[in-house]
T-cell receptor, first 116, second 115 residues
Framework: AQKITQTQPGMFVQEKEAVTLDCTYD???????LFWYKQPSSGEMIFLIY??????QNATEGRYSLNFQKARKSANLVISASQLGDSAMYFC?????????????FGQGTILTVHP | KAGVTQTPRYLIKTRGQQVTLSCSPI?????VSWYQQTPGQGLQFLFE???????NKGNFPGRFSGRQFSNSRSEMNVSTLELGDSALYLC??????????????FGPGTRLTVL
């Protein structure tokens, strides 16, 4: 079983600055993946970035990067050069192989507000 | 490539009724997962279908059921609706499942209100 914890209910950042959203995980699965999704007020979950447990390097996708620290069991999302359109709810999620077919375990989410 | 589509987008039902939600995955994706999102419980996994077979199920009562068709489209059904079933129902598709690398892509959701 997996547990995903996001301890920041809300975060504020100034436009064009960088922000880090925290995520810690707990799992007994040897092979797992960590995902970040963005959910605007419209409700759709938008995939941002993925990190596999065996990946040696931190994942990056444009302005998004994942600070993966396996020993600390953390997978923090870093958004560089924040934009007003980044204001949304952000979810960290964990998936595993084997019999965990199709199941992602989500954290509680962090509401990010970008100020002009 | 078209994304995941869900119909209807909004639904209002009364207690005791039943409802069917539909999800069309991304072309080529064979796995469809369903999630319920509420303010109190957050995002919870309902079930997953792959090649018309339910392979995983979350901790929900039997009133929640689903199925998948040969074209990978999926439906979920909730019978005898309760007020607590009011939620955003999200469907997600992935190319395969059972691997930690399977990325799920979500649809826009169906917002169900039970009165």
């Amino acid at each position: 079983a997996q547990k995903i914890t996001q301890t920041q209910p809300g975060m504020f950042v100034q436009e064009k600055e960088a922000v880090t959203l925290d995520c810690t995980y707990d799992t007994s699965d040897p092979s797992y993946g960590l995902f970040w999704y963005k959910q605007p007020s419209s409700g759709e979950m938008i995939f941002l970035i993925y990190q596999g447990s065996y990946d040696q390097q931190n994942a990056t996708e444009g302005r998004y990067s994942l600070n993966f620290q396996k020993a600390r069991k953390s997978a923090n999302l870093v958004i560089s050069a924040s934009q007003l359109g980044d204001s949304a709810m952000y979810f960290c999620a964990g998936g595993a192989g084997g019999t965990s077919y199709g199941k992602l375990t989500f954290g509680q989410g962090t509401i990010l507000t970008v100020h002009p | 490539k078209a994304g995941v589509t869900q119909t209807p987008r909004y639904l209002i039902k009364t207690r005791g009724q039943q409802v069917t939600l539909s999800c069309s995955p991304i072309s080529g994706h064979r796995s469809v997962s369903w999630y319920q999102q509420t303010p109190g419980q957050g995002l919870q996994f309902l079930f997953e279908y792959f090649s018309e077979t339910q392979r995983n199920k979350g901790n929900f009562p039997g009133r929640f059921s689903g199925r998948q068709f040969s074209n990978s489209r999926s439906e979920m059904n909730v019978s005898t609706l309760e007020l607590g079933d009011s939620a955003l129902y999200l469907c997600a598709s992935s190319r395969t499942s059972g691997r930690a690398t399977d990325t799920q892509y979500f649809g826009p959701g169906t917002r169900l209100t039970v009165l």
